[in-house]
């Protein structure tokens, strides 16, 4: 065959993948596969693991081996030409898994035989019960009229959330103010001061003008020294498509946001749940309500104290600056001097002790010392840019146990941020030996000249945390793709090994490890070590009520709603506020209107997660300490109950395991500097 994304090659050819191959490739696959599913279904009357649920593995493994090198590509080298074909089979693959999810023969089949257990392992079983749970949730159970409403709810809530976002982001275009005295713009940095004369050019007039996307509003409300500024964008900002401020009322996401609510109910309700909050929980690791609303009181009751201790140092720190009240919009500003002047560390300061080369292998030693892998160069592996490196796993007895390719560096075409996607997963069958591969891919700035890249310590973080993804998915043990590496993972629990790793980026004894002066050659000093943890816990507990205001208050108006009373929004904010909060918004402050999160992204009921996860991660990462960061049982016990299980088992059950108990928040109150 012609065409590399249709090759069954080990890994995938990048330097052959043209873009004209992409919409063939995919078509011809998805054309083959409805034709090979339509013949299981008519051959198939007796269901079993290698008849039935093997051949369709197999249909997945095909699509994903052509789709994930294209939205990778995509993604990390993009063109005009890749991106309109990978739009134009985006649209054909969902189609696809639509009719999947909706075929009511393929549903019966598993069914029949999950219900008939014939020769299943436990493993099998889970998989097919998470097979079997999505189908329930996709509405396919209910009787005909209950259908029809089911879909038609699914389609107005998909189109009320673009919308949602959609008013957003207009509005947010809409405003915008013109400076024309640079007097105004007094405190910001120069950098700022030029983006706002840029977007003036770009509109051909003089002066500057300022808009509230994020670049600028964030910067702004840090360090305008003018406060009249500071108050009129915060006011635009916090209005953002609502029904107050100085937008446009055809904007307004009011009426959106309450339908949303009504309709997720509805839906909730039709698939046997009381509400949406229950539903939003089928799938996640919390096991009730009433144990995500504990928690975060739990969390709310440990910080409260601290958190009006941060405002008064802030407010103290305000009135020797001659400032008797502060408002909303005084609050990043104070906040970022008093940082600057008693716990700031720059950022170059910190950045000549990370060397690219000294962190990442720095990494991989730590890793084989806890886990007990190898990690290995490989060169002569086809890739999408010259900069991008591809490594081995090997596992104690020198066995090949996965892949991984590492892309560290910003630039041109490639979508910013940093993430862990992969290629495939393990699947080991009695035809097949399938071993995990992973792409992990960050943003860092590139080396200059010949110099190793300089790495800050957020960059080193970021590392740390994507290498934890790659990890949970390249030491599975599990042979079944579905429940193998992070699939089938609870979502509130699939940043635990993430955000475990970041752990090891403040601990002394690895920063020794993953640190080197590129002049100096010697590791990051203590002293340092302790002024970027005061900096990085500065204000944390009204940091952590912030959080914990956001998740509380999305989780109650999906438990309360009411659909005689309506949503009650701003009424159930206020009440979370007397719980939560230490700082009170002006009456005038619209959040909801554009807590995107919730109303048009996947956190519905599920902001919680955040903490959730960092809760867990605290908590496993704490046993390292007790024990030693290197010590190889506890390392052992983390990879057997967490890394190799992927979502083999219940989240809350292998953390037991591997725990011995529940999760405690003490541990993560301990390293966000909380005491109690
Ligand atoms: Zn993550």
Same mark, same amino acid.
């Given at each position: 065959m012609?065409?590399?994304l ?10 052959n993948?043209?873009?004209s191959?992409?919409?063939p ?11 090979k599913?339509k013949?299981?279904?008519t ?5 079993t693991?290698?008849n039935f649920?093997?051949?369709i ?10 789709? &994930? +090198?294209?939205?990778?590509m ?14 134009a089979?985006?649209q054909?693959?969902s ?17 029949k ?9 436990t ?19 209910l ?11 699914r ?8 919308k949602f ?8 275009n ?7 005295d ?14 706002a004369?840029?977007n ?7 002066g ?9 509003y ?5 360090y ?6 500071r108050e ?9 498509a ?7 009322r055809?904007?307004?996401? /009011?009426?959106?946001?309450e ?5 997720r ?5 039709l698939? !046997?749940?009381?509400n ?8 996640k690791m ?20 601290q ?19 502060i ?5 990043a ?8 002047e008693?716990?700031?560390? /720059? ?23 806890v ?13 999408? $840019?010259q ?39 393990r ?8 071993l ?10 590139? +080396?200059?000249?010949?110099n190793?890249?300089?790495?800050n ?11 934890? $993804?790659?990890l ?15 699939n ?15 752990n090891?980026?403040?601990? +002394?004894e ?8 590129y002049?100096?050659n010697?590791?990051?000093?203590n002293?340092?070590?302790k002024?970027m ?21 999305d989780?109650?108006? $999906?438990?309360e709603f009411?659909p ?5 929004i701003y ?21 909801a209107?554009s807590?995107?999160?919730?109303f &048009? !992204? !996947?956190?519905?009921?599920?902001y919680?997660s955040?903490?959730w ?33 992927g979502g083999?088992?219940d989240?809350a ?6 725990r ?6 003490? +541990?993560?109150l ?7």
């Amino acid at each position: 065959m012609k065409n590399p994304l249709l090759n069954k090659t080990d890994l995938p050819e990048f330097e052959n993948i043209q873009s004209s191959h992409i919409e063939p490739a995919i078509e011809f696959i998805l054309q083959e596969n409805r034709k090979k599913i339509k013949d299981l279904i008519t051959e198939i009357k007796e269901p079993t693991w290698e008849n039935f649920v093997e051949p369709i593995d197999e249909l997945d493994e095909q699509l994903t081996r052509a789709w &994930s +090198p294209v939205s990778h590509m995509n993604s990390v080298v993009n063109s005009d030409d890749t991106r309109s074909a990978y739009n134009a089979c985006l649209q054909k693959i969902s189609k696809y898994i639509t009719e999947f999810s909706q075929n009511e023969d393929l549903y019966k089949l598993y069914k029949k035989l999950f219900h008939s257990g014939k020769n299943l392992n436990t493993h099998q079983t889970r998989v097919l019960k998470l097979i079997l749970d999505d189908f329930y949730l996709s509405g396919i159970d209910l009787p005909d009229d209950k259908k029809k409403l089911f879909k038609k709810n699914r389609q107005l809530l998909s189109e009320l959330s673009s919308k949602f976002s959609e008013n957003v982001l207009d509005c947010s275009n809409e405003w915008s103010k013109k400076i024309t005295d640079l007097k105004d713009l007094e405190g910001l940095p120069q950098s700022i001061v030029d983006l706002a004369k840029q977007n003036a050019q770009e509109k051909n007039e003089d002066g500057w003008i300022i808009t509230l996307d994020q670049p600028l509003y964030i910067p702004i409300m840090q360090y305008s020294d003018n406060r009249k500024l500071r108050e009129e964008l915060y006011i635009a900002y916090n209005t953002r498509a609502s029904n107050d401020g100085p937008h446009d009322r055809k904007f307004d996401n /009011s009426q959106i946001m309450e339908q949303i609510l009504k309709l997720r109910h509805e839906q909730a309700q039709l698939l !046997g749940f009381n509400n949406f909050a229950e539903l939003s929980l089928a799938k996640k690791m919390a096991s009730s309500a009433e144990e995500v609303l504990d928690f975060l009181l739990q969390l709310t009751q440990k910080s409260k104290l601290q958190a009006e201790r941060e405002l008064l140092e802030l407010r103290n720190f305000a009135k020797t600056l001659g400032l008797e009240s502060i408002e909303a919009w005084d609050f990043a500003y104070f906040s970022e001097k008093l940082k600057k002047e008693r716990y700031k560390i /720059s950022s170059e300061e910190i950045r000549p002790f990370f060397p690219e080369d000294k962190v990442v292998l720095g990494m991989f030693h730590i890793m084989s010392k806890v886990f007990q892998v190898e990690f290995e160069s490989v060169d002569k592996v086809q890739k999408w $840019h010259q900069d991008v490196k591809f490594f081995s796993i090997k596992n104690e007895n020198g066995e090949l146990i996965a892949q991984f390719y590492l892309d560290l560096y910003a630039r041109a075409k490639k979508q910013g941020g940093a993430w862990m996607d992969t290629f495939v997963g393990r699947r080991v069958t009695t035809k097949v030996n399938q071993l995990p591969v992973a792409y992990i891919t960050c943003n860092f700035s590139p +080396p200059v000249g010949k110099n190793n890249a300089l790495l800050n310590h957020d960059e080193v973080e970021t590392l740390f945390h994507e290498f934890g $993804h790659g990890l949970h998915h390249m030491l599975t043990k599990i042979n079944y793709p579905s429940i193998a590496g992070i699939n089938g993972v609870a979502w509130d629990a699939v940043e635990l090994p993430s955000q475990f790793m970041e752990n090891f980026c403040w601990n +002394p004894e690895a920063l020794k490890i993953i640190s080197n002066h590129y002049l100096e050659n010697k590791p990051i000093p203590n002293e340092m070590i302790k002024k970027m943890e005061r900096a990085k816990n500065f204000q944390s507990a009204i940091a952590m009520l912030r959080q914990i205001e956001f998740s509380l208050f999305d989780f109650l108006i $999906h438990k309360e709603f009411d659909p005689k009373m309506g949503g009650r929004i701003y009424e159930i904010l206020d009440q979370v506020r007397e719980q939560t909060a230490v700082i009170f918004p002006p009456e005038i402050n619209r959040f909801a209107h554009s807590f995107s999160h919730i109303f &048009s !992204g !996947g956190y519905a009921a599920g902001y919680y997660s955040y903490k959730w996860a960092e809760v867990l991660s605290a908590d496993a990462f704490s046993l390292f300490e007790e024990k030693g960061i290197f010590d190889t049982d506890t390392g052992k016990l983390f990879l057997e109950n967490i890394l190799e299980m992927g979502g083999s088992s219940d989240a809350a059950d292998l953390f037991k395991n591997f725990r011995g108990r529940n999760p405690i928040i003490e +541990p993560l109150l301990r390293y966000s500097g909380i005491s109690q």
